[in-house]
């Protein structure tokens, strides 16, 4: 079985361009996190997705973020225009939904996002 | 969720059980213990989770007073890949739909 995959895995853009990182769940998970560590910060949630409704997302830090999951399957987080503070690593997870699921979250690879 | 505190790193000696030690003395009656860990670079892996009652799967186990004020992830034969960032998180399970809330974690350093 495939697990939670991102892209890109690393990606350098300039402060006010527009960056779109993916990731796809492991299949059947219906929970997808989306998840950010900043230089030298704990690792904070940012929102989370049940199929395409936005659950909670009172992690994102400003209207600059957009996060989408049209379908239910994969899902985009865009972040417009970019600022320096934005550099990390982007995490997504996902998990089952529905009792007798274990819950656990599977995390991706991450992204690396560098602002220069 | 509740907080938790644990030591900022730790060192163990390649083959020998490294133990984790967490406190939560705040935790509520339906708020589980999890654990996860993050090697260098990679996202963070699932290791475990608990109520009350102790746990052991192939990776770890997982110790849990009977207070359930602490608890201790227990590595019985550590391996220079247990290198990580441990994390232990308290959350409620309920429908997989809780974020999690990552502390500073505890760097474990395995050697030789």
């Known amino acids: 079985e495939a697990g939670v995959t991102q892209f890109p895995s690393h990606s350098v853009i300039e402060k006010g361009q527009t960056v779109t990182l993916r990731c796809d769940p492991i299949s059947g998970h219906d929970n997808l996190y989306w998840y950010r560590r900043v230089m030298g910060k704990e690792i904070k949630f940012l929102l989370h997705f049940v199929k395409e409704s936005k659950q909670d997302e009172s992690g994102m830090p400003n209207n600059r973020f957009l996060a989408e999951r049209t379908g239910g399957t994969y899902s985009t987080l865009k972040v417009q225009p970019a600022e320096l503070e934005d550099s990390g690593v982007y995490f997504c997870?996902?998990?089952?939904?529905?009792?007798?699921?274990?819950?656990?979250?599977?995390f991706g690879p991450g992204t690396r996002l560098t602002v220069t | 969720d509740a907080k938790t505190t644990q030591p900022p790193s730790m060192d163990c000696a390649e083959g020998r059980a490294a133990n984790l030690p967490c406190n939560h003395s705040t935790i509520s009656g339906n708020e589980y213990v999890y654990w996860y860990r993050q090697i260098h670079s990679q996202g963070p892996q699932y290791i475990i989770h608990g109520l009350k009652n102790n746990e052991t799967n192939e990776m770890a186990s997982l110790i849990i007073t009977e207070d359930r004020k602490s608890s201790t992830l227990i590595l019985p034969h550590a391996t220079l890949r247990d290198t990580a960032v441990y994390y232990c998180?308290?959350?409620?399970?309920?429908?997989?739909?809780?974020?999690?809330?990552f502390g500073t974690g505890t760097q474990l350093k395995v050697e030789l």
């Open positions: 998180i308290v959350r409620v399970k309920e429908g997989g739909g809780n974020k999690l809330t």
């Open positions: 997870a996902s998990s089952q939904l529905g009792a007798g699921g274990s819950y656990e979250q599977y």
